[in-house]
C-alpha cells in the first residue's frame, strides 16, 4: 500500500511538473501570434518597411517559444497512457475526442501555416503571407480551445453515459461537452489572461530597448501595441474570471470554499482579500448574484461526504454485480442492470458519487487550502499591478511622450515580464489544486486513476524530464535574451 501511495504522489508530481514546464510556453505563443498579425496588418496596409521589420522580429522571439512548447506539451499528452492508464480507460471515449480534434484539426492548421509565415516572405504576396499569419494566431487559439474543453470536462463532466459493459464512458452529446458553461468560461479566461501575458511581454522588452537607448521607433510602437492589447486583455480577464467563479460554485463548492479559506458556511458570506481584510457579503454576491446567499463551507462538505461515499459504494457494487453476472453470461441480469444506470434518478444520487466511493476518509475530499487561497490571491494581485501598469504606459505614450518616461516606470514595466509569468502558473494552481483529490470531478479520485506501474520507475522519470525541462527553459530564455539584446535585422 506504501508503494501505491507512492506511486501516486509521484505521478501527480510529475503531471505537475510538465504542465508547470508546458505552460510557461503556451500563454505567449497565443497571445504574441495575435500581436504579430496586428503589426503585419498595419505593414500591408501601409507598405512602410518598418513595420515589416517590426514584425519579423516579434515573429522570430515567437517562433523561439513555438518549438520549445511544442516539445513539453507532446510529453504532457503521452502521461495519460504512462501513468494514468485507469483515467484514459475510464474516460478516454470523452476525453481523447477533443484532444483528437486539436491534434488532427487545429494543430494542422497551426503548423501549416506557421511554415508560410515563417518562409514565405517575398515568396508569396503580402496578403496571402497576411492570412498566414493570422490563420497560425487562430490556429493557436482553437488548439487551447479543445484541449481547455477537455480540462473543463474533467471538472464538470457532462455530455456521458457510463457502460458497464465496457467499464467506460461514453459519449452521448458532444455539444454539451464543447459548449458547457465551464469550458466557455475556461476557455476565454485561459485565452485571454494569456492575451494579457503577452501584451506584458511586448511592453517589458519594449521598455529594455528604451532604457538601453535602442530601437527608439519599434520600442514605442511596440509598446503601444503590448499595452492596447494587454489592457484590453486585462479586462477581459476580469470579466472572465467572475464567469468562471459563478461556474465554480455551482459545479466544484469545496474549491470555492478553498479559495476562499472558508470552514465554516454562512449566509452574507465575506469575500476574503488577505486574512483579516474582508468585503462584507462579497462572497456571497460574486459566486450566486445575491448577497444574502448562503455558501457552504469546507467542514459542511465534510460532513456530507460519509452520504456520497456510501451512495458512491452503492454505484460500485452495482457495477461489481453487473460484472459478475457477465462473468457467468446472465443476460437478463446485465440487462436490468444496464437499465439501472440509465436511470436519470440513479445516475443524480448514486453514480454522480461513483469516486467518493474509492476514498478512505470524508476529510479526503479537501485540497490544500493554504496553496489555493493564497495562489488565487497572488494571481488576482499581480493582475490588477499589471492593469495599472498598463494604464501607466498608454498615459506616457500619449502625443509622443513616451521618451521622457520617468526610468523607474520602465524598469517597472521590465520586471512585470516575470510577475505576470508567476500570476499565470498562480491561476492553474487554483485551477487544478483547487480540485484535489479529483481528476474528475466526483467520478474518479488520482488515486483510482493511476497506472499500475513500480513507484521507482516514475520517480527516475519524474528526475529526468525536471533535468530536461530546465534545460529547456534555460535554452528558451537565453535564445530569446540573445536574440532581443541582438535587436531586429534589416534583411
Known amino acids: ?105 487545429a494543430f494542422f492548421i497551426e503548423s501549416t501555416f506557421i511554415a ?84 506584458v511581454f511586448v511592453m517589458g522588452v519594449s521598455a529594455w530597448f528604451l532604457l538601453k537607448g535602442r530601437e527608439s521607433w519599434l520600442a514605442q510602437k511596440s509598446m503601444k501595441i503590448g499595452a492596447i492589447f494587454g489592457l484590453v486583455s486585462t479586462l477581459l ?4 474570471g467572475d464567469g468562471s467563479a459563478v461556474q465554480v460554485s455551482k459545479v466544484q463548492p469545496m474549491k470555492l470554499a478553498a479559495m476562499e479559506g472558508l470552514y465554516e458556511g454562512k449566509t452574507n458570506a465575506a469575500l476574503s482579500i488577505v486574512p483579516g481584510v474582508e468585503i462584507p457579503s462579497g462572497l456571497s454576491f460574486l459566486a450566486y448574484r445575491d448577497a444574502d446567499a448562503y455558501v457552504a463551507g469546507i467542514n459542511d462538505m465534510v460532513e456530507e461526504a460519509p452520504y456520497r461515499m456510501e451512495a458512491g459504494r452503492v454505484a460500485i457494487d452495482l457495477f461489481a454485480q453487473y460484472k459478475d453476472a457477465q462473468r457467468v453470461g446472465d443476460t437478463e441480469a446485465m440487462n436490468e442492470i444496464a437499465e439501472i444506470f440509465k436511470d436519470e434518478e440513479f445516475k443524480k444520487e448514486y453514480f454522480a458519487n461513483f469516486g467518493y466511493g474509492y476514498l478512505n476518509s470524508p476529510e479526503d475530499i479537501v485540497p490544500p487550502v493554504g496553496l489555493t487561497y493564497w495562489s488565487f ?67 474518479l479520485p488520482t488515486v483510482a486513476a493511476v497506472s499500475r506501474v513500480e513507484a521507482s520507475s516514475v520517480e527516475i522519470t519524474f528526475w529526468l524530464f525536471a533535468v530536461l525541462f530546465t534545460v529547456l527553459l534555460i535554452a528558451d530564455v537565453t535564445i530569446l535574451s540573445k536574440q532581443i539584446k541582438k535587436g531586429p535585422s534589416d534583411n
Request: hydrophobic share 55%; charged share 15%; net charge positive.
Open 377 to 443: 490571491r497572488v494571481m488576482v494581485g499581480l493582475g490588477m499591478w499589471i492593469f495599472l501598469l498598463f494604464i501607466v504606459s498608454l498615459w506616457y505614450n500619449r502625443g509622443g511622450r513616451l521618451e521622457r518616461i520617468p526610468r523607474l516606470w520602465l524598469y517597472l514595466f521590465l520586471w512585470a515580464i516575470p510577475l505576470a509569468y508567476i500570476a499565470s502558473q498562480a491561476g492553474w494552481v487554483v485551477a487544478e489544486v483547487g480540485r484535489q483529490p479529483w481528476t474528475i470531478q466526483g467520478l
Open 1 to 105: 500500500m506504501e508503494d501505491f501511495n507512492s506511486v501516486v504522489d509521484w505521478s501527480r508530481a510529475m503531471f505537475a511538473l510538465t504542465a508547470i514546464y508546458h505552460y510557461l510556453f503556451v500563454p505567449l505563443t497565443l497571445g504574441l501570434s495575435f500581436i504579430i498579425a496586428f503589426m503585419e496588418t498595419k505593414y500591408v496596409r501601409c507598405g512602410d518597411e518598418k513595420w515589416k521589420r517590426m514584425t519579423k522580429f516579434w515573429m522570430k522571439l515567437f517562433g523561439v517559444n513555438f518549438a520549445i512548447g511544442v516539445a513539453t506539451g507532446l510529453i504532457l499528452e503521452f502521461e495519460f497512457g504512462t501513468n494514468w492508464s485507469n483515467y484514459s480507460y475510464f474516460v478516454g471515449d470523452i476525453f481523447g475526442a477533443p484532444l483528437a480534434i486539436e491534434g488532427i484539426f
Open 116 to 199: 508560410i509565415m515563417f518562409f514565405g516572405w517575398n515568396k508569396v504576396g503580402k496578403k496571402t503571407h497576411l492570412t498566414a499569419t493570422w490563420m497560425t494566431a487562430f490556429g493557436a487559439s482553437l488548439s487551447a480551445l479543445w484541449i481547455l474543453v477537455a480540462n473543463a470536462w474533467m471538472q464538470s463532466p457532462v455530455g456521458m453515459e457510463f457502460n458497464p459493459a465496457t467499464a467506460r464512458n461514453e459519449m452521448v452529446d458532444f455539444w454539451a461537452v464543447l459548449f458547457s458553461p465551464v469550458a466557455m468560461n475556461k476557455f476565454f479566461h485561459t485565452v485571454t489572461s494569456a492575451f494579457m501575458l503577452s501584451g
Open 237 to 240: 480577464v476580469m470579466f472572465t
